[in-house]
């Protein structure tokens, strides 16, 4: 029996957007979290409260130096977490009613399918943003043991080894959040909304990217400045800004990423 050819998957259609689709897009986030606080609130608070454990967890075993990239690096993971925002916001598009039995199934069921795969991409590049700040504090600094936070900046930000540290370790945390961002911007929601593999939609994540990247890359940076003042507060800014960035990713996909055809 001769075998069926394989046909590979057409990919998804990217369309440009311009900065007006972006503020667009964060206004019906802003609307989708005004007509359904308590899905982003509790699911908010739970996200801040485990940056809170984390934080507590590691105060006393990790070194000083790790304090503040853990801190920095935690939101990375922001977007896995955003699920529930997508399908809420997804819900209400189709004049649904969304309810917690619906968005916990769907937050389920994502076990069996690829967006595990992208959560470990996401945890790896976490990973990777820990370790790259080691290794350019041995580089800059050496194996210095600093005793409290205070030491450690003292030496960070008054001692020309310490700036350069400072500055080679921005650039670097930079592009691996450049990275990390265009892989998953639309890839996350797009997982969720169709049938693809990670691969493809890595791949129309990044092509979403390179097709606006003026829009694109001022969207990363007003989620990264919102998520950093979010976390200040002893991260219980992330309860109002997570929700309302999650759902304005949603509605940035729709306008980015063709749905037909998934």
């Given amino acids: 029996m001769p075998k069926t050819p394989y046909v590979p998957p057409i990919p998804p259609r990217i369309r440009a957007i311009d900065l007006e689709d972006v503020r667009a ?23 801040a409260l485990a940056g809170i454990a984390m934080m507590a967890g590691i105060g006393g075993a990790a070194p000083i130096w790790a304090i503040i990239p853990l801190m920095l690096g935690f939101p ?20 649904r009613a969304p309810t917690w039995g619906d968005v916990l199934r769907l937050m389920l069921a994502q076990r069996n399918r690829e967006l595990v795969w992208m959560a470990m991409v996401v945890l790896f590049v976490f ?13 800059w600094l050496g194996f210095a043991a600093f005793s409290d936070p205070a030491s450690f900046a003292s030496v960070a930000f008054t001692t020309p080894a310490g ?12 592009l ?14 797009l997982l969720l909304d169709q049938d693809r593999d990670i691969v493809t939609a890595m791949i129309a994540s990044v092509r979403s990217v ?21 976390m200040l507060p002893a991260f219980l800014g992330l309860a109002i800004a997570l929700p309302i960035l999650g759902h304005a990713t949603w509605h940035l996909y729709t306008k980015t990423v063709e749905r037909s055809g998934g």
């Fill in 25 to 47: 897009a964060l206004r019906a986030g802003v609307d989708d979290f005004k007509a359904e606080p308590k899905f982003g609130i509790v699911i908010g608070l739970i996200y």
């Fill in 76 to 95: 990375l993971v922001g977007p896995f977490v955003a699920v529930a925002f997508y399908e809420i916001s997804r819900a209400r598009a189709e004049g």
């Fill in 127 to 139: 990973w990777i943003w820990i370790y790259q700040v080691r290794l350019l504090l041995a580089l």
């Fill in 163 to 174: 700036i350069g540290f400072l500055i080679n370790g921005t650039i670097v945390g930079g």
């Fill in 176 to 189: 691996l959040a450049l990275v990390l961002f265009s892989l998953t911007v639309t890839a996350i929601p």
């Fill in 210 to 230: 390179l097709a606006s990247p003026r829009p694109m890359l001022s969207w990363a940076v007003f989620v990264a400045i919102c998520l950093f003042i979010a």
